[in-house]
């Protein structure tokens, strides 16, 4: 009898764990993501790809993390930046999310940088920390188009497939940075002061301070001033980082005892360089919100500023507080994105619930769908290259 019932609990308790690893591989199985049917494939016949540089600042992680989700795309490389003011919590904390989320642990195009850089947004360590965030996506990833930076307080109008729909139109080697060399102010309030950054140099947070002297306006080269949000196509930046030419060395360090120069230096490397000049595109492709006249931020954008914010035919918006409900509209509406879901596309396969995100599951990255937001960004982007086919605001 005691036999019988050692023989009887064995069976059962056999019988108990097949049920549960059956249960358990059925589990896996419908909430894993699904291998990959294709891989990322680029070149002059594939859809464009996106070099992308998020930064922000001490308490910021969230607000990068959202931003990440809201243009993310298998295609893109992102280099995400928490300032030195920033902790190593942060920092640690924004890596551990990112390998929650299936397609970015799948895909592996998204790095952290992990010694950070102190920057300033007045001073001339701004332009070096976007230079190293450029040099890092060059050496990481051979496959991008454009590079874009984006601050925690910017925010996606547009789908990834969207944007890479509208920029397959046309050449690659185009640059969209707005520019002008009508200095007005800036001569005496810019570019004659001489300021020096000390985030260059000191470990600890501090003001940048002025020289009680000016100096004339250079005359080797010609000033030009604009958006400091750019779209910089690869091999522009590869002319300002690995280029045989000084002149991006050169103003580099003219530009590193200018206020604010991240207005002004892709403008002048770009507009005195024979090579790349008729590549510019006077555009940043932002909607803002100025007073008049302008201070040194934009408006806060809120509900009420919507529609007027959607009907721009602008790819990127900014200033957000974090969390506003505009952006859970933008989420709804246009990126068809729930809460810590990555931004729906083309490639997403998955069922679309309350419970379910799509981007968990995927098909073939390399084609793209555009949404209705497609027809607005493309008919800005048309205006522009007539313009500039026409030359009339070309590095003048």
Request: glycine content about 6%; charged content about 20%; some cysteine.
């Amino acid at each position: 009898m005691g036999a019988e019932k050692k023989w009887f609990f064995s069976i059962l308790s056999l019988t108990f764990l097949s049920v549960l690893l059956l249960v358990l591989y059925s589990i896996s199985t419908f909430s894993s993501p699904r291998t990959f049917p294709s891989l990322v494939q680029v070149g002059g016949s594939r859809p464009p790809a996106f070099g992308y540089y998020i930064y922000g600042g001490k308490g910021d992680k969230d607000r990068v993390l959202r931003l990440l989700l809201a243009i993310y795309h298998p295609r893109n490389r992102y280099v995400l930046h928490l300032g030195a003011d920033a902790t190593d919590d942060e920092r640690y904390y924004l890596g551990v999310a990112l390998k929650s989320v299936p397609a970015i642990r799948n895909f592996a195009n998204v790095d952290v940088i992990g010694k950070p850089d102190r920057f300033s947004y007045m001073g001339s360590s701004y332009i070096a920390a976007t230079l190293h965030a450029a040099a890092v996506l060059m050496k990481l990833d051979r496959g991008w188009d454009w590079f874009i930076a984006l601050s925690a307080f910017d925010y996606p109008l547009i789908t990834q497939d969207d944007l890479s729909h509208v920029f397959s139109s046309f050449r690659r080697d185009l640059n969209f940075i707005d520019h002008t060399s009508d200095l007005g102010w800036k001569v005496d309030q810019r570019f004659q002061p001489i300021v020096v950054d000390p985030a260059l140099y000191l470990a600890r947070k501090t003001k940048i301070f002025h020289a009680t002297e000016k100096r004339p306006l250079p005359t080797a080269f010609k000033i030009f001033t604009g958006s400091p949000w750019v779209v910089l196509s690869r091999s522009f930046l590869e002319f300002c980082i690995l280029g045989w030419d000084n002149l991006p060395r050169t103003l580099l360090m003219y530009f590193n005892n200018v206020m604010l120069s991240e207005e002004s230096y892709f403008q002048t490397v770009i507009c005195n360089s024979p090579e790349f000049k008729n590549t510019t595109v006077n555009g940043d492709l932002r909607y803002m919100i100025w007073d008049n006249p302008p201070k040194m931020e934009p408006h806060h954008l809120h509900v009420s500023d919507y529609d007027q914010m959607v009907q721009s035919g602008a790819a990127f918006a900014r200033m957000f507080q974090e969390n506003d409900p505009v952006l859970d509209m933008v989420d709804e509406k246009i990126l068809k994105r729930g809460q810590k879901q990555a931004a729906s596309g083309a490639w997403c396969t998955g069922r679309n619930s309350w419970w379910s995100d799509p981007c968990t599951q995927w098909g073939d990255v390399n084609v793209v769908e555009p949404g209705p937001q497609a027809k607005k960004f493309s008919e800005t982007i048309t205006n522009l290259l007539d313009a500039w086919n026409s030359q009339s605001n070309q590095c003048k």
